[in-house]
């Protein structure tokens, strides 16, 4: 069955600092691949989705992922954390099943300290 | 453009009530998904429904019933609530394309006392 860790349930950085979350999938099938944010109280919103094509995927707000099929990795990274960005961050893989399922990692707690 | 409409916002429930989360969008999605989100432990699907009439059980069914009747609807079921089933559910659907990202809805807050 498919499959998403995310590496690291909580990750603080400090502001202006490197952010880098970690996710590995696993899929039987070409998967397409997403990054969501969830803010207190609130649903989910998309970040970035991979699908076919360049590996490089930019999205909102500055951040970025690049899919490496090589090492089934598809890790979030955005060069200068903002505090605004203290959120949780879930990645997510539409893949087996006919790409009818949705399976999401645990989740990664970014904290940005000042 | 409502987009997903979920109802109510929050609810305690007392041990062996039952009660429907309402889940509505009104932009013509197939595919719709209940999930429930407990904390450090991700999303985790309950059940999903592919079109009017067509639903499966997702990682953790038990304790849920769903039906869709329509294209806009797709209730979950609690029945004989238990104390496992306090939780943060959202419901959330998207077309039926591969590529394209789940809508979802604002979520139930569920406490079971």
């Known amino acids: 069955a498919q499959s998403v860790t995310q590496l690291g349930s909580h990750v603080s950085v400090s502001e202006g600092a490197l952010v880098l979350l970690r996710c590995n999938y696993s899929?039987?099938?070409?998967?397409?691949l997403f990054w969501y944010v969830q803010y207190p109280n609130q649903g989910l919103q998309l970040l970035l989705k991979y699908t076919t094509g360049a590996t490089l995927v930019k999205g909102i707000n500055g951040f970025e992922a690049e899919f490496k099929k090589s090492e089934t990795s598809f890790h979030l990274t955005k060069p200068s954390a903002h505090m605004s960005d203290a959120a949780e961050y879930f990645c997510?893989?539409?893949?087996?099943?006919?790409?009818?399922?949705?399976?999401f990692g645990i989740g990664t707690k970014l904290q940005v300290i000042p | 453009n409502a987009g997903v409409t979920q109802t109510p916002k929050f609810r305690i429930l007392k041990i062996g009530q039952s009660m429907t989360l309402q889940c509505a969008q009104d932009m013509n999605h197939n595919y719709m998904y209940w999930y429930r989100q407990d904390p450090g432990m991700g999303l985790k699907l309950i059940y999903y429904?592919?079109?009017?009439?067509?639903?499966d059980k997702g990682e953790v069914p038990n304790g849920y019933n769903v039906s869709r009747s329509t294209t806009e609807d797709f209730p979950l079921r609690l029945e004989l609530a238990a104390p496992s089933q306090t939780s943060v559910y959202f419901c959330?659907?998207?077309?039926?394309?591969?590529?394209?990202?789940?809508?979802f809805g604002s979520g139930t807050q569920l406490s079971v006392l």
């Open positions: 959330a659907s998207r077309s039926g394309t591969p590529n394209e990202k789940l809508f």
């Open positions: 997510s893989l539409i893949g087996e099943g006919g790409y009818q399922k949705v399976t």
């Open positions: 429904s592919v079109g009017a009439g067509i639903t």
């Open positions: 899929s039987s099938v070409p998967p397409y």
